[in-house]
């Protein structure tokens, strides 16, 4: 699962255009690396080289200024996520409580309605008990 996460992760960091940038100036640096080594010196390289670390060393913070940006977003939007779901589970509660009222309540009803039918029923077993006692 965390996997996955950090692949979807990775897969929208490498949708962003800025980040596009970042790799393709990577990859033309290699590219002019490997075009030049064929004619270049020892001290060329050397430079061409603390160049290049420079320009790298700047697109890493650069990136890691993208990326602590991204999981900033990332969190506050989860933030975000887990107060909607306090909140629809609070309404949700509610709303259970009130269903819950209102079916206590008809079922109020119901037993009330049966109360007062069983007093009828003692009323007319009453009179075959006086009839048992004449006898």
Not at 27 to 37: E, G, L, N, R, V
Not at 64 to 73: D, L, R, S
């Amino acid at each position: 699962m965390a996997l996955k996460k950090i692949q979807d992760l990775i897969e929208k960091l490498s949708k962003d255009p800025k980040v596009k940038m970042v790799i393709s100036e990577v990859q033309s640096a290699t590219k002019d690396i490997q075009s030049k080594m064929q004619h270049m010196t020892k001290e060329d390289a050397v430079k061409t080289y603390k160049t290049l670390v420079k320009k790298v060393a700047a697109k890493e913070g650069q990136l890691q200024k993208e990326a602590k940006a991204f999981i900033v977003k990332l969190k506050k939007s989860a933030v975000d996520v887990e107060k909607n779901l306090n909140t629809y589970k609070k309404k949700a509660q509610a709303e259970r409580s009130k269903l819950e009222k209102v079916l206590k309540a008809k079922a109020g009803i119901k037993t009330k309605a049966t109360a007062k039918a069983k007093p009828a029923a003692k009323k007319a077993t009453a009179p075959k008990k006086k009839s048992a006692a004449k006898k």
